[in-house]
C-alpha cells in the first residue's frame, strides 16, 4: 500500500551511539519532514527536505543529521545519542499545492530510548 | 516555544454526547489541519482549511476557520467509542512553507 514507511519501529540505543531511522515514501512527494513527538509538545519539526538534494533545519535540529539523495528516502541520523532523545519520531510527506493538497502523511512513527 | 494552543488538554465524555475543542495562537495562519491520533500510530489528515470563516465537515466532524485567522475549532457530534485518541490541530503561517506548527494535543476518551 502507499504510504510513508519508517523503520524500525522501536530501537534502544546507548549514550553515545549513533543511528540511522529510515523513512521512505512511494507517492511522489517533493517534501519531505521529521517531527518527534514529547508528551504535552505536540510535534515538533526537526529536519525538513523540498525536494532531492535539498534540507533545512527546523525547530529543534541539533544532534540530527539529514540527507535527501533520491526523492523516496529521507534518513535522520543521530549522531551521538543523549537521554534528551528519547521520544517518538514521526516522518511526514506532501506534495505542494496543485498537485493534491496541504495535509500530511505520516508514518506510523520510531519509538526510540536512550538509556 | 509553543506557538499553538489546543483546549481543553484532555476530556471524558459520554457516547454520544458532542465534542467541542478549539486551537489558538497569537500569530495568524493560512491553512488550518485537523489530525487525530491513535495509539502506537501517526496521525491521519481529519480536516484541511484554507481561508478565514471557513466551515467544513467530514462526516460527523466539523471544523472552522476562524475569523481572524488565529484559531480553529473542532466539533465531533454523536461520539461514538472509535473517537478516542488525540486531536491535533496544525497552522501553517505565512511564508513558513510546507512546514507547520502543531499544537499540543486533546485527548479525548469516550465513556460507553
Redo the contacts between chains.
Keep these: 500500500n502507499a504510504g510513508v514507511t519508517q523503520t524500525p519501529k522501536f530501537q534502544v540505543l546507548k549514550t553515545g551511539q549513533s543511528m540511522t531511522l529510515q523513512c521512505a515514501q512511494d507517492m511522489n512527494h517533493e517534501y519531505m519532514s521529521w517531527y518527534r513527538q514529547d508528551p504535552g509538545m505536540g510535534l515538533r519539526l526537526i529536519h525538513y527536505s523540498v525536494g532531492a538534494g535539498i534540507t533545512d533545519q527546523g525547530e529543534v535540529p541539533n544532534g540530527y543529521n539529514v540527507s535527501r539523495s533520491t526523492t523516496e528516502d529521507f534518513p535522520l541520523r543521530l549522531l551521538s545519542a543523549a537521554p534528551s532523545q528519547t521520544s517518538v519520531y514521526f516522518c511526514a510527506s506532501t506534495p505542494y499545492p496543485g498537485q493534491g493538497g496541504h495535509g500530511y502523511t505520516f508514518g506510523s512513527g520510531t519509538r526510540l530510548t536512550v538509556v | 516555544g509553543?506557538q499553538?494552543n489546543q483546549s481543553p488538554q484532555s476530556m471524558f465524555i459520554q457516547e454520544g454526547e458532542d465534542v467541542s475543542m478549539n486551537c489558538t495562537s497569537s500569530s495568524i495562519f493560512n491553512?488550518w489541519?485537523w489530525y487525530k491520533q491513535d495509539p502506537?500510530?501517526?496521525?491521519?489528515?481529519l480536516i484541511?482549511l484554507?481561508k478565514a470563516g471557513e466551515l467544513t465537515s467530514n462526516g460527523r466532524l466539523t471544523a472552522q476557520f476562524g475569523i481572524t485567522r488565529k484559531d480553529s475549532f473542532l466539533n465531533i457530534s454523536a461520539s461514538i467509542p472509535s473517537d478516542v485518541g488525540i486531536y491535533?490541530c496544525?497552522g501553517?503561517k505565512p511564508n513558513y512553507?510546507?512546514?507547520?506548527v502543531?499544537?499540543?494535543?486533546t485527548r479525548l476518551s469516550v465513556l460507553p
Excluded: I, S
Aim: proline share 9%; hydrophobic share 40%; net charge negative.
Design positions: 509553543q499553538l491553512t489541519l502506537g500510530e501517526g496521525p491521519v489528515l484541511a484554507y491535533f496544525a501553517q512553507g510546507q512546514n507547520f502543531f499544537g499540543p494535543g
